[in-house]
C-alpha cells in the first residue's frame, strides 16, 4: 500500500514478536462501546486519476496569481520566485534537516543561517541578528516580550497602523506576563500621532509597524526619540521586508530591535504559511534575544567553522522560566530566503525595491485623476496604499474579480471609519496594464 508499507507478513511478524495474537487485541483495554464495530461511513474510494482530478477541479475554483492579476497584500505580498530557489532548497540535504540537535556536525545548515544573519543585519542597520522566527506576527511579540525583560516593565505601546492580527498575537504573548497593551491614534495624513503622551516610566517599549497596516511609511525616528526619552526601547516591525531595500534603515533611526515577515524574499504565499520572521538588535540587549545564534569560529585544524552560540537549542523555553515560544527553526523557509537575497544582491534588491515604488506611484497617480476613486491618506507609501471608492467595497471588488482581478482586501472589518475603502498592493508581478484595469473596475468603468 502507498501510504501504509507494512505487508501482512510483516504485520503478523511484530505481533508474534510483542505477543499479541492481534491487531484488533491491542485495542482491547478500550471498552467495546467506545469501539467502532463497523466500516466508517465513508464513500468507496476513487482510483488515484480521478482523485487527482477532482482535487485540480477544487484548486482551479482559487483565484491566485496563475489565474488572476493580483493586487491583495495586507501583509502577504506576491513577489516572483526564481526557480534556482526551488532547485536548490529541493536538495535532500536541505529539506530533510529539522533542526540541529547536534549542531556542529550541520555545518551547511549553520553557515545558511550564519549568511542570514549577516544580510538582515544589513537591511536593518543593527549589530546582530537571530534565526528561527516563524513569522512577522509572532517575532514582533517575541521583541515585546524581550524588551519587557530588558527594561523589567510591562507597557507596550503600539503604532495605530500594527497589523490588526499581529495585534491579536501580541496580546496573546503578552497575557500570561502581564503586559498592558496601548495603541496611538491615527492622523489625517494616515499616520500615528501621540505616541509621545503614551510613553511613560511603565513603558517598555514603542513598536511601530513600518510600512503600516494602511501602507503608509512612518515617522520611525520621532517614535524612537519618545521612547528613548522614557528610557524605553524602541521597536520597528516590518511587514513587507523588501521595503528594507529603499527605506533608511531603521537601525540608523534609532530603532533598538527590528523584526518583520521575510516573505516576500523568496517563499511563497502558501495561503498564509509556513513563512519567515526574522530579528535583529543592537549588541548589548544580546542575550536577551530569543531563537538561535549562529557564530564563525576555527576549528582545532585552524579550519573556519560556525557553531550555535550564547544558548543552547531550547534553552529559552525551559517551562515557567521560559523566555520564548520558539521550539522549531523554520530552517527551509531561512534557506529560501537566504538564497534569494544572494542570487538579487544588495543592487538587484534595491531596484526590485525602487520598481515595487513605481508601479504604486503610477497607480496613485491613476486614482487621483479617476473620478469616484480617492487616496483618504497623504503620508508617503512604498508598495501599498488605501483607496475610497464610491459605492461599496465589496461591489468594487466583485467588479475587479469578474474581470479576472483580485483587487486588494475590504478594509471594512479593520477600519470602519474610513467608509469604503481598499488597501491595495502593486508588485513586480503587475503591469501598468494591469493597474489601468484595476482602476476601471474599482471605478466601475465598464471598460
Known amino acids: 500500500m502507498r501510504y501504509v508499507p507494512n505487508t501482512e507478513d510483516e504485520v503478523r511478524t511484530m505481533l508474534e514478536r510483542i505477543g499479541v495474537p492481534s491487531l484488533e487485541s491491542l485495542f482491547s483495554r478500550i471498552p467495546a462501546r467506545l469501539r467502532l464495530d463497523r466500516p466508517l461511513a465513508l464513500p468507496r474510494g476513487a482510483g488515484e486519476q480521478e482523485v487527482l482530478g477532482a482535487l485540480e477541479a477544487l484548486a ?3 483565484a491566485c496569481l496563475d489565474t488572476h492579476r493580483y ?3 495586507a501583509g502577504v505580498y506576491p513577489h516572483f520566485i526564481p526557480t534556482a530557489i526551488d532547485a536548490l532548497a529541493s536538495r535532500s540535504e536541505f529539506y530533510t534537516s529539522y533542526t540541529p540537535y547536534q549542531p556542529e556536525i550541520s555545518q551547511g545548515t549553520l553557515q545558511t543561517i550564519f549568511e542570514w544573519q549577516t544580510m538582515i ?10 534565526a528561527s522566527m516563524y513569522d512577522g506576527a509572532s517575532a514582533t511579540a517575541e521583541a515585546a516580550l524581550m524588551a519587557m525583560r530588558v527594561t523589567r516593565r510591562p507597557k507596550v505601546v503600539v503604532s495605530a497602523g500594527l497589523h490588526p492580527h499581529t495585534r491579536e498575537v501580541l496580546e496573546t504573548y503578552l497575557d500570561g506576563p502581564g503586559g498592558k497593551i496601548v495603541a496611538a491614534a491615527r492622523g489625517p495624513d494616515g499616520r500615528s500621532e501621540g505616541v509621545g503622551a503614551l510613553v511613560d516610566d511603565e513603558t517598555a517599549c514603542v513598536i511601530v509597524q513600518n510600512p503600516s497596516f494602511f501602507g503608509v511609511i512612518e515617522d520611525v525616528g520621532d517614535a524612537a526619540k519618545s521612547a528613548h526619552a522614557c528610557g524605553a526601547l524602541a521597536i520597528v516591525t516590518v511587514p513587507e521586508a523588501l521595503s528594507l531595500a529603499l527605506l533608511r534603515a531603521p ?10 515577515e521575510a516573505q516576500s524574499f523568496g517563499v511563497p504565499m502558501s495561503f498564509g504559511g509556513p513563512h519567515l520572521g526574522f530579528l535583529a538588535a543592537r549588541e548589548r540587549h544580546v542575550r536577551q534575544m530569543p531563537g538561535r545564534l549562529v557564530g564563525e569560529t576555527v576549528d582545532a585544524r585552524g579550519k573556519r567553522g560556525f ?10 523555553i525551559r517551562r515557567d522560566r521560559a523566555t520564548s515560544n520558539i521550539c522549531t527553526n523554520q530552517g527551509l523557509m531561512l534557506l529560501r530566503a537566504t538564497i534569494y537575497l544572494a542570487l538579487l544582491g544588495a543592487r538587484g534588491l534595491r531596484e526590485l525595491a525602487v520598481q515595487n515604488l513605481a508601479l504604486a506611484e503610477y497607480a496613485r497617480s491613476r486614482i487621483r485623476a479617476t473620478p469616484g476613486l480617492e ?3 497623504s503620508a508617503p507609501v512604498f508598495n501599498e496604499f488605501v483607496v475610497r471608492v464610491a459605492d461599496s467595497a465589496p461591489a468594487a471588488l466583485a467588479r475587479a474579480l469578474e474581470a479576472g482581478i483580485v483587487g486588494g482586501l475590504d478594509l471594512a472589518p479593520f477600519a ?7 488597501l491595495v498592493c502593486t508588485t513586480e508581478l503587475v503591469s501598468r496594464a494591469d493597474i489601468d484595469a484595476l482602476v476601471a473596475a474599482l471605478a466601475g468603468d465598464p471598460r
Open 71 to 73: 493586487f491583495l497584500g
Open 416 to 422: 470602519e471609519d474610513l467608509g469604503p475603502a481598499i
Open 121 to 130: 543585519a544589513g537591511l536593518t542597520g543593527l549589530d546582530v541578528a537571530n
Open 251 to 260: 537601525g540608523a533611526l534609532g530603532a533598538d530591535i527590528v523584526c518583520g
Open 375 to 377: 487616496l483618504p491618506f
Open 60 to 62: 482551479r475554483r482559487n
Open 307 to 316: 557553531v550555535l552560540t550564547l544558548s543552547t537549542r531550547e534553552q529559552h
